[in-house]
T-cell receptor
Framework: GAVVSQHPSWVICKSGTSVKIECRSL??????MFWYRQFPKQSLMLMAT?????????EQGVEKDKFLINHASLTLSTLTVTSAHPEDSSFYIC????????????FGPGTRLTVL | SQQGEEDPQALSIQEGENATMNCSYK?????LQWYRQNSGRGLVHLIL?????REKHSGRLRVTLDTSKKSSSLLITASRAADTASYFC??????????FGSGTRLLVRP
C-alpha cells in the first residue's frame, strides 16, 4: 500500500515560535493532501485541504494565517504553525488520497506538538 | 467540522465477545470508512463501504450502512485483547474530504 510519512514525529517548542511539519507521499504522487488536528481523547478534525500548485482550502474556524500550508511538490505538503501557543499543542496528522477512484486515503503517523 | 456521533463513546468487553459500534452522519456521502487508532498513533484503514452497499465483511469485521437513516455499524466478532483501540467512522463526500465521527474507545479485557 501507499506510504505517507511525517516529520518530525514529535516537537516541543517555546510559545511564540513557529513550527513546520512535513507530510510526504513516499511512493505515489498526491496533488491533494489533508491536514487534521486531534486533541487528546478526541476525534480528528479536518483543518484544511492542501492543493499542489494552488492555495490551500481551510475549514470553517481554522485561521489560515495561523496555519500556513504549502504544497510545493506532488509529494510534499508542509504545515507551519506560526507563533505557536500552548493551546496549539495537539496531534497533527496528514493524509493523501490514492487509488484509481481516490477513495482510499493513507495517513501519516502524526506529529505531536507540545508548546510550552 | 465533525460529521456525527459514535455510540457508545466507550465500550469494555471480555475477550471472545463481539463488539458493536454505531455511527451516525448528517450529509450525503460517497462512501463511509472505518478506521482504527491505537493510543497516540496514526490511523489504520479497516474497511470501506460505498453508498450503494448495505453490508460488507472483512475477516472478523462486518459493516452495515443504512443511508435512509444515515447510520452505520461496525461489528468485531470474537474480539481479542489486541483489538483494544479507538475506532472512528469517517464519511467521504464528492470532494474526497474525510469527516470523522467522535469515535468509540474499545477495551477488550483478556
Amino acid at each position: 500500500g501507499a506510504v505517507v510519512s511525517q516529520h518530525p514525529s514529535w516537537v516541543i517548542c517555546k510559545s511564540g515560535t513557529s513550527v513546520k511539519i512535513e507530510c510526504r507521499s513516499l511512493d505515489f504522487q498526491a496533488t491533494t493532501m489533508f491536514w487534521y488536528r486531534q486533541f487528546p481523547k478526541q476525534s480528528l478534525m479536518l483543518m484544511a485541504t492542501s492543493n499542489e500548485g494552488s492555495k490551500a482550502t481551510y475549514e470553517q474556524g481554522v485561521e489560515k494565517d495561523k496555519f500556513l500550508i504549502n504544497h510545493a511538490s506532488l509529494t510534499l505538503s508542509t504545515l507551519t504553525v506560526t507563533s505557536a501557543h500552548p493551546e496549539d499543542s495537539s496531534f497533527y496528522i496528514c493524509s493523501a488520497p490514492s487509488g484509481s477512484l481516490y477513495n482510499e486515503q493513507f495517513f501519516g503517523p502524526g506529529t505531536r506538538l507540545t508548546v510550552l | 467540522s465533525q460529521q456525527g456521533e459514535e455510540d457508545p463513546q466507550a465500550l469494555s468487553i471480555q475477550e471472545g465477545e463481539n463488539a458493536t459500534m454505531n455511527c451516525s452522519y448528517k450529509t450525503s456521502i460517497n462512501n463511509l470508512q472505518w478506521y482504527r487508532q491505537n493510543s497516540g498513533r496514526g490511523l489504520v484503514h479497516l474497511i470501506l463501504i460505498r453508498s450503494n452497499e448495505r453490508e460488507k465483511h472483512s475477516g472478523r469485521l462486518r459493516v452495515t450502512l443504512d443511508t435512509s437513516k444515515k447510520s452505520s455499524s461496525l461489528l468485531i466478532t470474537a474480539s481479542r485483547a489486541a483489538d483494544t483501540a479507538s475506532y472512528f467512522c469517517a464519511t467521504m463526500d464528492s470532494s474526497y474530504k474525510l469527516i470523522f465521527g467522535s469515535g468509540t474507545r474499545l477495551l477488550v479485557r483478556p
